[in-house]
């Protein structure tokens, strides 16, 4: 039997950024991951020649990634060979009109004053009110614990710009479109970035409307691949001792009679003692699976339980062998915004998968920002389309096949002329395979939705109130879901466990 400070369950970005800070500050630390390969989400595989990101496919929100590298003592620049994304992404409106937005906030003021002149002013207002959030610190409350009420009040208090944007948190993310932006084709360019943090506009909270604008602050791609910022983590990590073991699952977090933790258990039986278990993955199934309903109050089982899972897509990837016509490494299929917030209520609730005509998603071309990423005048491109997570009838396994040719091939006539005859290898990923791959129910991207009934101290405190010494990351804890924001939760978590030592 092996006795560590600390285990964590999981490798994605959550947790290492934890292993690797507590490594630093002294403690024996072991990360347990059930796949082959670090990062989940934020992952890179090898297939045909062709690197393809599991899920994140650039980084932004920058000044929370640097926070938590700061932690180990660096820099994420000096860590990562990060390529700036410059346009930072293009939009194909449902009329085939193409827009294109370069990273200068001027230069994006003007490329929307082209669809619509007052909107140009529209937009500097919105960049000026967001950028007053970010001198006011605002970024902090990503990076401060929200356990309590009483965190959430002191966050108020030490960043007093929150204050100014509350009415920020009780408005959607659709009703800040509209109250900067009076063209609906404008409205459509910024409005599928509110399934970033996994909902639709009108029901993601209005301050999420910050992300187009933080696009403008610096938008990134690792050169290698998405699994180089993991790998980074890793390596900073490993040099304080940390260990990695992979292809390990852990079926059960062992605790005592006082209800604190001493260890797990994996899959083929091993105990691993500790003092402190952190978990980076779904937080209903740690609870609810790992721990187990005899160690929770009946308060506690019934809170978890009530957790909706958040939205999950099919996810497709694919390896051509011609430069397909696309201006950015994003590109954004639209919709008018109405459509996009009705698919929520009467196709994802209810389980329909929207025919090729009625999709919208995004197209990223990770190849156009770096082309070592496929054989020499290769590209790839990554369809995130529409698709609920359980379906009507069936399985995703039914419809894998006949779901993905009838995209690409509608893609292909009508967005991207000669994708499908240049197809050389496709790999699609559905909600039901992100379940398989990542153990996350479901295959839900953000774990819990991450409406306001699910965010902050709603969502599942990141220092356990139930079990002692286990510690939450990733993305079922505050702040949720992305790459950054579980990156805080990382840096979260590590400050808990030196203070709770
Ligand atoms: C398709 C997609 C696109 C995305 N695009 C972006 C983007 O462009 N930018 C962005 O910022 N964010 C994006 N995200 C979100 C972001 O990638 C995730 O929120 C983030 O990476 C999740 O990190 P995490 O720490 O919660 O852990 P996860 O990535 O969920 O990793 C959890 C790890 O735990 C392991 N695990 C699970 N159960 C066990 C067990 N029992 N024992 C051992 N190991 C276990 C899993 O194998 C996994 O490696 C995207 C997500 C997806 C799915």
Known sequence: MSKYDVVI???????????????????????????DRVGGCCSTYEIDGYKFDIGASVVEMIPIIDHAFAQLGTTFAREVDLIQCDPIYSVIFPDGERLTIPM????????IGKISKEDKEGFLQYAK????????????????????????LASFKKVPILTKFGSFFAMTYDDV???????????????????????SPEQAVGIFAIIPYMEHKGIYYPRGGMIKIPQAIQRIGEQHGMEVRLNTNVTKVLVDANKKVTGVVT??????????????INARKLYLDLIGEEHLKPIVRKGIKSYALSKSTPYICLGVDYDPPLDAHHTLVTRDVDEINEFWWEKYRIGIVPKPEEQFGLICCPTKTDSSLAPKGHHIVALDFQGPSKLASGTWDDIKEEFSESLVDYLSQKIIPGLKEHVKTMVVSTPLDFERRLGNPGGAFYCFQQDLTAQVVFRPASKSKSIKGLYLTGASTHPGGGVPTVMASGVIAANQIVEYE
């Open 9 to 35: 369950i999981g490798s994605g970005l959550g947790g290492l950024t934890a292993g690797a800070i507590l490594s630093k500050r002294g403690r024996k630390v072991l990360v347990l991951e059930q796949n």
């Open 104 to 111: 200068s906030v001027e230069g994006a003021a003007e490329e």
């Open 129 to 152: 009110k967001f950028e007053s959030f970010i001198e006011g610190n605002g970024l902090d409350f990503f990076m401060m614990p929200m356990n309590t009420l009483g965190d959430m």
């Open 177 to 199: 479109l509209r109250k900067y932006f009076k063209n609906p084709k404008v409205r459509q360019s910024m409005a599928y970035q509110s399934f970033y943090c996994g909902h």
């Open 267 to 280: 899959a083929d039986g091993e105990t691993i003692e500790a003092d402190v278990v952190v978990s980076n």
